[in-house]
Nanobody, 129 residues
Framework: QGQVMESGGGLVQAGGSLRLSCTAS????????MAWFRQVPGKSREGISC??????????YIAGYVKGRFTHSRDNSKNIFYLQMDNLKPEDTAMYIC????????????????????WGQGTQVTVRS
């Protein structure tokens, strides 16, 4: 199974951009869907995106409130999952957490915690007005 680790968070002005990276160990990275979640202290974790193991467009998911601003991608040769965040808003401030799915694809209800085998520690994103 290995482990998952995020990087790339930081403090940014509204309208700016950040690129988050999720590195995963283990030889089976390419066989599993990857997802980004975000969480504000005291509130529930929410799913942001899910990308199947083979990046099939019809089964990828991006939350409506970030669609058009966030894009995701993966490099299976390097075991890296990316989240490019553009035009950031103060409401995007959160801890961003990467997770590896137990499954190769993303279902209609992909963001169930029990469907993910490995979670990262998170990287903080703070957006100032």
């Amino acid at each position: 199974q290995g482990q998952v680790m995020e990087s790339g968070g930081g403090l940014v002005q509204a309208g700016g951009s950040l690129r988050l990276s999720c590195t995963a160990s283990g030889s089976d990275f390419a066989a599993h869907a990857m997802a980004w979640f975000r969480q504000v202290p005291g509130k529930s974790r929410e799913g942001i995106s899910c990308l199947p193991h083979d990046s099939i467009p019809r089964t990828t998911y991006i939350a409506g409130y970030v669609k058009g601003r966030f894009t995701h991608s993966r490099d299976n040769s390097k075991n890296i999952f990316y989240l490019q965040m553009d035009n950031l808003k103060p409401e995007d401030t959160a801890m961003y957490i990467c997770a590896q799915s137990r499954f190769p694809g993303c279902g209609n209800n992909w963001d169930r915690p029990g469907d993910f085998s490995t979670w990262g520690q998170g990287t903080q994103v703070t957006v100032r007005s």
